[in-house]
């Protein structure tokens, strides 16, 4: 398979969240790993530079920073392969030592890029709204769920969850949450169709706006980063939710991960 061309970028889940939300206006730490090496220095200063707390990022001396190849199609669709390096050994034990940031956080925001010992210690320490985005698509322990509020999978990550076909029709996506069997809120994305935010068994949809895809890499990270900035100023769940579709449509019309991810200003325009 031949490329037209290739550009490297700091990326990774948890980092381009928290790079989302702190360029829209949060307060962000982060805790994670990365390795003693160039390219953990590189993300480091990338997340440092959009005012992110690393006071909590180690930094490890036998273990590589992780790395994701990432190929983009003609329409802007995306196929990665990760090798998790530092990630993998993101551990409990780092949670409790950004205890200090977890415990007193209006919102912890966790994803699936390390295990599940860290995930699950970030939820229970967690003192405010436990945000969980179960990317990539994994089985969620009844541990887990019973810590966390607000699940933000895709459609193809609820999918995956529950075992069956995805769908965007809104009923469908009410039906495949119910088999879940989590009783807190859940927003599914659904790329250029917006999301559905589901509670109580009943489904809200969402419009995105329209645009023209460059790269849909990093626009889930926009969409949940957004989101959580937008509930820590007090939006309601459906509100946040739309500006949250509208930091994922800017960023789909970017090259890039962390590069895509947009300012206020270009959230507000691309929903005015």
Do not use: Y
């Amino acid at each position: 398979m031949l490329g037209r061309r290739h550009f490297r970028n700091p990326g990774g889940k948890g980092a381009n969240q928290a790079v989302a939300a702190a360029r829209l206006g949060g307060d962000v730490a982060m805790v994670g790993c990365v390795g003693a090496d160039e390219p953990g220095d590189q993300l480091l200063d990338a997340l440092a530079a959009d005012g992110v707390d690393t006071g909590h990022v180690r930094q490890l001396d036998d273990t590589a920073t992780g790395l994701a190849v990432i190929t983009v199609d003609a329409d802007g669709e995306n196929a990665i392969v990760v090798s998790s390096g530092a990630n993998a050994a993101v551990s409990a034990d780092d949670v409790d030592r950004a205890a200090e940031v977890v415990d007193d956080a209006a919102i912890c925001l966790m994803q699936l890029e390390i295990g599940d010992a860290p995930v699950e210690a970030a939820a229970r320490r967690c003192g405010g709204t436990g945000v969980l985005n179960p990317a990539p698509a994994r089985g969620l322990s009844d541990e887990l769920l019973r810590h966390v509020d607000v699940l933000v999978p895709n459609q193809h990550e609820l999918a995956a969850l529950v075992g069956e076909p995805a769908t965007d029709d809104v009923d469908g996506v009410v039906r495949l949450v119910e088999r879940l069997g989590f009783d807190g809120v859940v927003i599914v994305t659904l790329g250029a169709a917006g999301a559905v935010v589901v509670r109580d068994g009943t489904g809200e949809r969402v419009a995105a706006p329209r645009i023209d895809a460059v790269d849909t890499t990093a626009a889930g990270d926009a969409f949940c980063g957004a989101f959580v900035e937008a509930l820590t100023r007090g939006a309601e769940v459906v509100e946040a939710t739309r500006w949250a579709c509208g930091a994922g449509a800017v960023a789909a019309t970017r090259s890039g991960a962390q590069a895509s991810l947009p300012t206020r200003d270009a959230v507000a325009q691309v929903l005015s």
